[in-house]
């Protein structure tokens, strides 16, 4: 099994970086539509715990974290690249800042205006998410004018940015780049008035906006939560055994480790045993009723690794 499953729900907003990506290397795949909330037992089964959103699944691997989902990608599909203009490397680094500090401004200033009219429940689980368990969405709001300020001088830098000429953000084709502040801005335009207001002053941004979505999605095709379960059941995971002798951590396959974001908040980790270990990501195999064998990859950058 080799097709690209994608589990996703429409509104977040990390799922259409990588979303935005398969249509820009203009592939198939399918779409499993998962719940906002993590009640999602079939993609569970399979992650071992992982309850972040979005997570691709070729047979029995699975790729969790946006960052691990576009290294995979272009490692398959190298062509259009996600680094034109030779970028590549450079865009890993920017990602620490858009999916960081300017990922905490955004959300700050879309989701606490609008927090009132979402579920409660989606609301307290978001709020221990991305603000900790000692999140104040009242104190959120009070500081909205020091939020959008922020925000608004850092979207200036992607204006400028495109002041230079270039149709995207590091050349003329799109590339990893304008997936990273693409995600942002998605998710500001349309939701919280107060913070569309700074993209009404950035016309560059804008126009490259509509460029952004002309590029759409590729071709999904819907497909169920069990019917992706029911793939890794019938599937071998296809990650080779791999070790690297420069670890720092002296992490090799055969050891069992666990793994979890570095900002988790009230996330369980996930334990297995290294299949494969590299500079850039680290695979566990792990083993369920429900899916059988899997190999569950995650990146390097942004967790912690540990042994058990």
Not at 209 to 215: P, T
Not at 234 to 249: F, I, L
Not at 278 to 283: G, H, L, W
Request: glycine letters at 8%; a neutral charge; aromatic letters at 6%.
């Amino acid at each position: 099994m080799t097709e690209i499953i994608l589990h996703h729900y429409p509104q977040s907003p990390v799922a259409e970086k990588v979303r935005k990506g398969l249509g820009l290397k203009r592939l198939a795949w399918r779409s499993v539509e998962q719940n906002r909330l993590p009640d999602r037992p079939e993609l569970l089964a399979m992650t071992g715990g992982y309850r972040r959103i979005p997570v691709m699944q070729i047979g029995a691997d699975i790729f969790c974290d946006s960052q691990c989902i576009l290294m995979e990608l272009e490692r398959r599909y190298p062509s259009p690249t996600f680094f034109p203009n030779n970028g590549a490397g450079l865009p890993f680094a920017l990602s620490r800042w858009t999916d960081g500090p300017i990922f905490d401004l955004v959300f700050r200033a879309t989701f606490a205006p609008a927090a009132t009219s979402l579920p409660p429940e989606l609301v307290a689980d978001r709020t221990r998410l991305y603000l900790g368990p000692e999140g104040d969405l009242a104190k959120e709001i009070a500081d909205l004018p020091h939020t959008l300020a922020q925000l608004r001088a850092q979207l200036a830098w992607v204006e400028t940015r495109l002041s230079t000429g270039r149709r995207h953000i590091l050349a003329d084709e799109p590339g990893m780049p304008d997936l990273l502040v693409w995600y942002l801005v998605w998710f500001i335009d349309g939701r919280a008035p107060d913070a569309q207001k700074l993209l009404d002053e950035l016309p560059l941004i804008r126009a490259w906006m509509d460029r952004m979505r002309a590029i759409g999605h590729g071709s999904p095709d819907p497909m169920s939560p069990s019917a992706a379960l029911a793939v890794a059941l019938a599937s071998e995971p296809a990650t080779p055994v791999a070790g690297d002798e420069h670890d720092p951590q002296g992490l090799a396959p055969g050891q069992q480790v666990s793994v979890i974001s570095l900002n988790a908040s009230g996330e369980t980790s996930v334990t297995g045993d290294v299949c494969a270990v590299s500079r850039d990501t680290i695979a566990l195999l792990r083993e369920h009723p429900a899916c059988g064998r899997v190999i569950v990859h995650f990146p390097r950058v942004g967790y912690r690794v540990s042994r058990l």
